[in-house]
């Protein structure tokens, strides 16, 4: 069964800190892993994403480690603000278009960044 | 570049009853795919249409039902209504052979 889990199911983080979220998913067919930030009220959002020919990736304060071998993603938060207070998803998927394009969530973390 | 909307944002219905859920793409998408996601849960794949037919489907039984229309916006319908099927249903619209997913803010159906 396609899966993605995800953890801490909540995470409290102080601002100024590192905020590091873990994943890991079973169908080594799956080769977009995303990770999506999600307001109170509104639809998740593309925060960054990986494809595993590459071990890391970075964008601005965000930054994806990617561990093929264990089939493990994380998500590190640099600097944690408390306008990143939101739920964040991990998810994959296997292919591009079609029914493979369709995304496996985790079941997401709420990150609470305190002032 | 308008981003994906969808209508109604909130809907409460009674067990039993049916229900249509309506999403308009994002400019330049052409697929859109239907999520059901749960409180506290992360979204599940419902099913993806594109060129007006069902391209994908996750584990949903067939009451949940939809359309694409001409314009690339789509409907989902939900038959005979579960308690269970209360939840925050997204639209998400790409660009077929692309990741690209953008989201809508979704609608929040309460079945009661």
């Known amino acids: 069964q396609q899966q993605v889990k995800q953890s801490p199911q909540s995470l409290i983080v102080q601002k100024g800190g590192i905020s590091i979220i873990n994943c890991a998913y079973e169908?080594?067919?799956?080769?977009?892993f995303p990770w999506y930030q999600q307001f109170p009220g509104k639809g998740p959002a593309l925060l960054i994403a990986i494809r595993p020919d590459v071990s890391e990736k970075k964008e601005g304060r965000f930054t994806i480690s990617f561990n093929k071998s264990a089939k493990q993603f994380s998500l590190h938060i640099m600097d944690s603000q408390p306008g990143d207070s939101a739920t964040y998803f991990c998810?994959?998927?296997?292919?591009?278009?079609?029914?493979?394009?369709?995304?496996?969530f985790g079941k997401g973390t709420k990150l609470s960044v305190k002032p | 570049e308008t981003g994906v909307t969808q209508s109604p944002t909130h809907l409460i219905k009674t067990r039993g009853q049916q229900v249509t859920l309506r999403c308009s793409s994002q400019s330049g998408h052409n697929t859109v795919s239907w999520y059901q996601q749960a409180l506290g849960q992360g979204p599940q794949f419902i099913f993806q249409y594109y060129r007006e037919e069902e391209n994908g489907r996750g584990n949903f039984p067939p009451r949940f039902s939809g359309l694409q229309f001409p314009n690339y916006s789509s409907e989902l319908n939900v038959n005979a209504l579960e308690l269970d099927d209360s939840a925050l249903y997204l639209c998400a619209s790409s660009l077929i052979g692309t990741n690209g997913y953008t989201f809508g803010s979704g609608t929040r159906l309460t079945v009661v």
């Open positions: 998810a994959a998927s296997g292919g591009y278009g079609g029914s493979q394009g369709n995304l496996i």
């Open positions: 169908n080594t067919a799956f080769d977009y």
